[in-house]
């Protein structure tokens, strides 16, 4: 691990080290996750691959043929 001096303004330090208190954790182990997943966001910008973000809606409940009737009907009830 190499050492970078980093200048932060005066209110993102107090959240910083608010945070760093309630979680126990080093400023500098908050400030290398937030890199870290800064980095892991930018993908192929940067050489990297980077995977899609991907949210899970749960169980389908309806199947798409279905869609369309559904929708059509709700409208009718309005």
Not at 22 to 40: G, M, N, Q, T
Request: aromatic share 8%; net charge positive; glycine share 6%.
């Amino acid at each position: 691990m190499r050492k970078m001096q980093i200048l932060f303004p005066e209110p993102q330090l107090r959240k910083l080290r608010q945070i760093s208190k309630k979680k126990d954790r080093p400023v500098s182990e908050l400030i290398r996750l937030a890199v870290d997943y800064w980095l892991s966001r930018q993908g192929e910008a940067f050489g990297g691959k980077g995977t899609p973000p991907v949210y899970s809606c749960g169980k389908i409940l309806v199947h798409a043929e279905e869609f369309r009737e559904l929708a059509y009907n709700r409208s009718q009830d309005r």
